[in-house]
């Protein structure tokens, strides 16, 4: 168990890096929990001495006891079914999840959600608080906690606060449908340093403070005017985005027991000629219906053989209690199965379709084994799937073809780019990605790789952590509460 000390650094999310399941017998098991944010901030902060990381563990009801994995001390934040259901199923995932991606499916506005999405983040603000040291900094992620950096100021003045929004900003016409829009603002306003994925999402959330809030905005800087005896402040935005632990990845591609398990990952899909790879959280933001689409009409057509390409689709769980997450896993579901059915050789799949997760290693040998891999996400704040894939490839080979409404897109320009929604074009890149020659991939590879292996999680960390270092002095250290 870890000791209630105090830290330098405490990192704030919505989940813990590992999730509490429960076994059959009663006992717990630690497993990682999903998503780009919790593969980017592990890697981070477990180089990092006397971590603390305060979140959920994932399961409702009473928190565990604070406890300490991996170098870092955990401490647990509870949720109880109805925390779960109105703040994170609710408010978070069924409200601003869908708002901040464009919209793709329609977002639900329920007042009581709000009531409990706000009593959430106060108890994370509070937890956090508890356990920073005097003067130490405070670091809060994404879209469930953006009023956690104002709750943390208005207790804890002595800390730095930064904010990271993993997830995109939408642009203020669609921003504006939110109710408590300007509550949410003036809560990320809290933070002394508001960081996003793309130049976009900053310059988004700037239109959203000068036109709702009629803030002052010079360039990056907003001024939060000062209230009877609180002096304004200056409050910077900047555009962060966010990689991967590359090192760790390299390791892994070195492997050689990884690179056995790549090449019996094609030899139990038949030895295809061409393996095309899916990754994805099974979430409506990453455009799985439109690449089905796309590989059922190719199919279709004639233009694929599928004894000779196999498409493998892995899909993690997520969010299955939210009705569009339950209806999407339907369609897929049904869609996987209707492509099959009409075109899969006897005993083989044309679609080797896995709704499970699996760990670092069978994921960077599915890589490895991959001769192209399909990022098609309608709208997505970085995509790690696209860089993890580059990071995978020191052969330099593989296509990445890759939707330029991922952010990865800024960075990864050498990659096939295209519209997700315009399935002939989605076509051509993958027929084109199964025909380059191998010249052309090592190109292509070559500039992904120098654009993700010059820029690591680490660097993208310290980048954020000095410029926050460098925003001003918060106020001196207060009383311990
Ligand atoms: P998001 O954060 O929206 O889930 P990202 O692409 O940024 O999207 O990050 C997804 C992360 O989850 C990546 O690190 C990816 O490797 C990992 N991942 C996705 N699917 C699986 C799976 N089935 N098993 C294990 N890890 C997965
Ligand atoms: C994305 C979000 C994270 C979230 C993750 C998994 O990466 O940016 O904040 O944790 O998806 O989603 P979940 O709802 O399971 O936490």
Sequence with gaps: MASQELHDLVVVANRLPVDAKTLPDGATEWVTSPGGLVTAMESVMRNVDSAAWVGWAGSPGEAPEPFRADGMDLYPVSLDATDIEKYYEGFSNATLWPLYHDVIVDPAYHRTWWDTYVSANRRFAKAAAAVTAPGGTIWVHDYQLQLVPEMIRSERPDVRIGFFNHIPFP???????????????????????????????T????????????????????????????????????????????????????????????????????????????????????????????????????????????????????????????????????????????????????ISYLHRSFNRRDMTALYMAADVVLVTALRDGMNLVAKEYVASRPDLRGVLVLSEFAGAADELRAALLVNPHDIDELKSAALRALSMPEEEQEEMMTSLRRQVLDHD??????????????????APPSAPI
Excluded at 174 to 183: A, D, E, G, V
Excluded at 257 to 273: C, F, M, S, T
Excluded at 461 to 470: I, P, R, T, V, Y
């Design 171 to 201: 642009p203020v016409e669609l921003f504006s449908q939110l109710p408590k829009r300007n509550q949410v603002l003036r809560g990320l306003l809290g933070a002394d340093l508001v960081g996003f994925q793309r130049e976009s999402d």
């Design 203 to 350: 310059l988004n959330f700037l239109a959203s403070v000068r036109h709702l809030l009629g803030y002052q905005v010079d360039q990056r800087t907003v001024t939060v005017p000062g209230i009877g005896a609180v002096e304004p402040r200056d409050v910077i935005a900047g555009t962060f985005p966010i990689s991967l632990d590359t090192q760790a990845v390299t390791e892994l591609t070195e492997d050689p027991e990884i690179k056995e398990r790549a090449r019996q990952l094609r030899h139990d899909l038949g030895d295809p000629e061409n393996v095309v790879l899916g990754v994805d959280r099974l979430d409506y933001t990453k455009g799985i219906r439109h690449r089905l689409k796309a590989w059922g009409e190719l199919l279709n057509d004639g233009s694929i053989d599928p004894r000779e390409t196999v498409l493998v689709q892995v899909a993690t769980p997520s969010r299955e209690r939210v009705d569009a997450y339950r209806q999407l896993r339907d369609e897929v579901e049904l869609t996987v199965g209707r492509i099959n059915g009409d075109h899969a050789p006897i005993g083989r799949p044309a």
């Design 457 to 474: 999680v680490q660097s993208w960390a310290k980048h954020f952590l000095d410029e926050l270092e460098a925003v001003g002095e918060p």
